[in-house]
């Protein structure tokens, strides 16, 4: 069966497009390929991201639902605390949120502070 769309990209509001692009890029290993006035772009594993500059954006405040998450990751990598301290100099932080009965997730937040999850490989097999 044919798809009736073809995926293209993923478009993520900010208030600054540069840093998430950079940010997105050196987390994914991938490369900007387009900077604009208000907007830049990343093709990183595959997938293209856009990273658009929205006036007076204003970051989710997850887990609170006072402003919605609007967009949530999920990488999986071999140890998410060392791949956590590797993200805290890219513009990373540790979200206050952690789930304490799972040590197999790492919530951090984008530059932006939107949420990501970092899943340890062996567990994400699980689902």
């Known amino acids: 069966m044919n798809s009736l769309v073809e995926w293209w990209a993923l478009t993520i509001d900010c208030a600054e497009p540069n840093a998430m692009a950079d940010f997105y890029a050196a987390l994914l290993d991938g490369k900007v390929t387009r900077r604009t006035h208000d907007s830049a772009f990343v093709d990183g594993a595959g997938m293209l991201l856009v990273f658009r500059a929205v006036p007076d954006y204003k970051p989710p405040t ?51 502070g939107h949420p990501f999850c970092l899943i340890r490989s062996s567990a994400a097999r699980r689902y």
């Open 62 to 112: 997850w887990p609170s639902p006072e402003i919605p998450m609007q967009k949530h990751f999920e990488f999986v990598v071999s140890d998410p605390d060392a791949a956590a301290e590797k993200l805290l100099p890219l513009g990373a932080k540790i979200a206050e949120y952690q789930d304490e009965d799972d040590p197999n997730f790492v919530v951090l937040l984008d530059p932006a």
